[in-house]
C-alpha cells in the first residue's frame, strides 16, 4: 500500500504555482524527482517517499460542481462543532435562521459555476470568498468569526494546505484583530468589496504551508 499526497486544483496554473512556492518554505518537504510527481519527508535522519495523486475540480462540470456542493456541507459541518470550543462564550453559537449559513455558501457556488472568468476561480479567491461571505452574513447569534475561519481553513486543508493561524491550537490574539478590521472595514465601507478580497486573499498565502496529511491507496 503507498502513501499519496492528493494534489487538487481548481485553477491548474495558478493552484500548482501556490503549492510549488509553499513547498518551498514547508519543513523537511520537497520534491524527490524532476516530474514533480513524489514527495520526499525527512524525519530523525529518514526519509520518506510520498507519491503524488493529482485531481483537477472544474465547478463548470456537474461533477466538479457536486463535488464542491458536498465539500462546503462538510466544512461548515466542521466549523460549526468546533467554533464551540473556542472562547468562553458557549451556547449560542446556533444560526439566527436555520439554513442560512450554508445556503450564503451555496449563492458562492453559484457565482463560480457561472463566472465566465473562470480562470480567476482559484482555491485562494474560494477561501477568501468563504471567509469574507460568513464574517459579514453574521449568520449565527455568536461565534461568527470563529466559524468563518475554521470553514476557510477546513476548505484549505481539504486541498491538502496547512493553516498557521488555527484558532483550535493558537491564542485569537494571532488571528481575531485581522477578521475585526475586515468587519469594520466592510461597515465603513473604506474598502471595495474585491479590494478586501484581494487583502483577504494574500493574508491567507503568508500563513499556508503544504499539509503533512496523506492518504494509503
Known amino acids: 500500500m503507498s502513501k499519496y499526497?492528493?494534489?487538487?486544483?481548481?485553477?491548474?496554473?495558478?493552484?500548482?504555482e501556490l503549492f510549488r512556492k509553499k513547498l518551498e518554505s514547508t519543513p523537511n518537504l520537497k520534491f524527490s524527482d524532476k516530474n514533480s510527481e513524489v514527495l520526499e519527508l525527512t524525519t530523525n535522519s529518514k526519509k520518506f517517499k510520498i507519491k503524488?495523486?493529482?485531481?483537477?475540480?472544474?465547478?463548470?462540470?456537474?461533477?466538479?460542481?457536486?463535488?464542491m456542493r458536498k465539500k462546503l456541507v462538510k466544512i461548515l459541518e466542521y466549523a460549526h462543532c468546533n467554533a464551540e470550543k473556542i472562547g468562553n462564550e458557549k451556547g449560542q453559537e446556533h444560526e439566527k435562521e436555520d439554513g442560512a449559513a450554508i445556503n450564503s455558501l451555496y449563492s458562492l457556488l453559484t457565482k463560480w459555476h457561472y463566472d465566465e472568468k473562470i480562470d480567476n476561480i482559484s482555491i485562494l479567491s474560494c477561501a477568501s470568498d468563504i471567509l469574507y461571505?460568513?464574517?459579514?452574513?453574521?449568520?449565527?447569534?455568536?461565534?461568527?468569526?470563529?466559524?468563518?475561519?475554521?470553514?476557510?481553513?477546513?476548505?484549505?486543508?481539504?486541498?491538502g494546505f496547512f493553516v498557521k493561524f488555527n484558532p483550535l491550537k493558537y491564542s485569537s490574539n494571532d488571528w481575531e484583530p485581522k477578521l475585526i478590521k475586515i468587519i469594520e472595514i466592510h461597515e465603513k465601507e473604506t474598502m471595495t468589496e474585491t479590494e478586501q478580497l484581494n487583502r483577504i486573499k494574500e493574508w491567507i498565502k503568508r500563513h499556508l504551508l503544504i499539509s503533512y496529511k496523506w492518504y494509503n491507496f
Open 5 to 16: 499526497f492528493i494534489w487538487t486544483t481548481l485553477n491548474k496554473l495558478e493552484d500548482e
Open 52 to 67: 503524488i495523486r493529482r485531481i483537477s475540480l472544474n465547478l463548470k462540470q456537474d461533477d466538479g460542481y457536486e463535488a
Open 133 to 159: 461571505k460568513l464574517l459579514i452574513g453574521h449568520y449565527y447569534v455568536n461565534a461568527n468569526k470563529r466559524t468563518a475561519l475554521l470553514a476557510t481553513i477546513q476548505f484549505l486543508q481539504s486541498f
